[in-house]
T-cell receptor
Framework: DVKVTQSSRYLVKRTGEKVFLECVQDMDHENMFWYRQDPGLGLRLIYFSYDVKMKEKGDIPEGYSVSREKKERFSLILESASTNQTSMYLC???????????FGPGTRLTVL | SQQGEEDPQALSIQEGENATMNCSYKTSINNLQWYRQNSGRGLVHLILIRSNEREKHSGRLRVTLDTSKKSSSLLITASRAADTASYFCATPYTGGFKTIFGAGTRLFVKA
């Protein structure tokens, strides 16, 4: 059964902290994605990666960076967390660009 | 703006009734996908319909696609309380890796 896991379901951090969100997929997928989901705004793409060490900015990359050192792992980094980054973060993967995406359970991040 | 827009924003029905959700999009598509999200969880892929298909079935789900009107509909027949969730349509950008998700329809099925 296909699986995407995220390192934490809930996370509470303080303003200014560096935050790491990790995502692992076991499907040998080429593409991985990070979204944030906020009420009334739907899913917004932060970054995506189509290969190891390759990354592309999504619609809202400001304040975030990513790392993909291994095919199965895609990390989202908040260099200096701010309260407006309080959100639900969703990781996803897909075999090819047009294919369906498989999502992790999400990480609800609260920045105080 | 969002490529896919769902209608209605919210829907409340009785168990056993059918639920219909609509999605409109703006540009050419390769395929259109529908996802479900239970409260506080990740999205789950339900069904994918390609641009050259007009209708597709999967269990109690029926999806239609009208590329001339740039619209799709998701029908859930004989709904159950467990179908209570948000439903999203999604359209991958032609030629790209990005997929645009609509704002979703919140479905509440009363037992």
């Amino acid at each position: 059964d296909v699986k995407v896991t995220q390192s934490s379901r809930y996370l509470v951090k303080r303003t200014g902290e560096k935050v790491f969100l990790e995502c692992v997929q076991d499907m040998d997928h080429e593409n991985m994605f990070w979204y944030r989901q906020d009420p009334g705004l739907g899913l917004r793409l932060i970054y995506f990666s189509y290969d190891v060490k390759m990354k592309e900015k999504g619609d809202i990359p400001e304040g975030y960076s990513v790392s993909r050192e291994k095919k199965e792992r895609f990390s989202l980094i908040l260099e200096s967390a701010s309260t407006n980054q309080t959100s639900m973060y969703l990781c996803a993967s897909s075999l090819e660009g047009y294919n369906e995406q498989f999502f992790g359970p999400g990480t609800r991040l609260t920045v105080l | 703006s969002q490529q896919g827009e769902e209608d209605p924003q919210a829907l409340s029905i009785q168990e056993g009734e059918n639920a219909t959700m609509n999605c409109s999009y703006k540009t050419s598509i390769n395929n259109l996908q529908w996802y479900r999200q239970n409260s506080g969880r990740g999205l789950v892929h339900l069904i994918l319909i390609r641009s050259n298909e007009r209708e597709k079935h999967s269990g109690r789900l029926r999806v239609t696609l009208d590329t001339s009107k740039k619209s799709s509909s998701l029908l859930i027949t004989a709904s159950r309380a467990a179908d209570t969730a948000s439903y999203f349509c999604a359209t991958p950008y032609t030629g790209g890796f990005k997929t645009i998700f609509g704002a979703g329809t919140r479905l509440f099925v009363k037992a």
